[in-house]
């Protein structure tokens, strides 16, 4: 994830939030890469963490760390909630700070946790809650919020929010806010974290705050989490991965699936717009025997399989 920034050259000061920091293998991880970059001189790290169990040990890595380091680090650890804490200022409310910090880079990987709308986490932040909310979102988009104009933000969270109605707002704040820059997927959805039992298919994304539409999204795969090293890389045009008035985000793997999605994409009609409602899954053949019928009647309506939609049309009967 570290490795995901780009870090121009000549950069000597470098300010980082981590929300949700736990141990503070994310920050350690960029703060590495920092040390070894010779322009950067100092470092202002804030790590969100109000877990009373992890806070110690947070505070002996990060310590530890700035003690071993030869670059000028500044560490704050915030104890408060990181999403209601920063409620006046998120939606720009009297009481609150008028130009809130900004930072050049945040690293993340949140709480993954369904909150019933009334949370207090989703109350802070209407904007963006819609549905069924979820904390990683939340964080996300406050992350967003926290960045400065062309700051990077690479976050681990779940890819339920890339489609589904329920995430759509949290879609249209974090790709009008932002722009995707790289999109790394884990073929196998349970090896991504084997010490835990964490089964949501999660991605690493790579966020620019930006308005600039870039013109391509890279999108890395690897099996897991322990194969970096072994990625598949494809490079796609932008309006193809992010497409439409609902911000849909497509996961595409290789070049069969961009030409498949290049062909989705040419169709400017839904079914609804052309007159038409589908339904998968209530029909099944074999349980409704006495209602089919082998040759069209009046007020008969077909049933189509597979084999039926030949070269893009439907053929019926075969
Ligand atoms: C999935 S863990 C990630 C920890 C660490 N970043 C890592 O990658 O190992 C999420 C962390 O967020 C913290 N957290 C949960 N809700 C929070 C909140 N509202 N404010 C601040 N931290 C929170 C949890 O205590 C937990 O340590």
Redesign the pocket.
């Known amino acids: 994830m570290s490795k995901l920034y780009s870090i121009p050259k000549n950069k000597s000061e470098v300010s980082i939030l981590?929300?949700?920091?736990?141990?503070?293998?994310?920050?350690c991880a960029l703060l590495e890469r920092l040390e070894r970059m010779a322009s950067v001189q100092t470092i202002e790290l804030t790590c969100?963490?109000?877990?009373d169990?992890?806070l110690g040990l947070l505070r002996e890595n990060l310590h530890t760390y700035q003690a071993n380091s030869k670059k000028d680090i500044q560490i704050n650890i915030?104890?408060?909630?990181?999403?209601?804490?920063q409620y006046l200022d998120f939606n720009h409310m009297l009481g609150g700070n008028p130009e809130p910090k900004k930072y050049d880079f945040v690293?993340?990987?949140?709480?993954?946790?369904k909150i019933p709308k009334d949370a207090p986490?989703a109350t802070a932040m209407p904007e963006v809650c819609y549905g069924a909310p979820n904390?990683y979102f939340f964080?996300a988009a406050m992350g967003l919020f926290n960045l400065d104009t062309d700051g990077e933000m690479v976050y681990?969270i779940p890819r339920s929010w890339t489609s589904g109605a329920y995430f759509k707002r949290f879609r249209q704040y974090l790709l009008t806010e932002g722009k995707l820059e790289h999109i790394h997927l884990f073929v196998s959805r349970n090896k991504v974290f084997d010490k835990e039992d964490v089964l949501q298919e999660t991605i690493i994304i790579k966020v620019k705050k930006t308005n600039q539409i870039p013109e391509k999204v890279i999108i890395t795969s690897s099996q897991s989490s322990s194969d970096f090293d072994n990625l598949t890389s494809l490079t796609v045009p932008y309006s193809l991965v992010v497409s439409g008035d609902d911000y849909y985000v497509y996961l595409v793997t290789d070049e069969e699936e961009v030409s498949v999605l290049e062909r989705l994409h040419r169709f400017d009609k839904t079914l609804p717009d052309i007159g038409l409602k589908m339904k998968t899954g209530l029909t099944v053949d074999f349980r409704n025997r006495e209602i089919l019928r082998d040759d069209a009647e009046e007020g008969a309506i077909p049933l189509f399989y597979s084999q039926h939609i030949k070269q893009g049309e439907v053929q019926f009967p075969i």
């Open positions: 981590d929300a949700g920091a736990g141990s503070g293998i994310l920050s969100y963490e109000n877990d169990n992890i915030i104890t408060d909630n990181y999403i209601t804490s690293i993340g990987n949140p709480p993954y946790m986490e904390l964080f681990i």
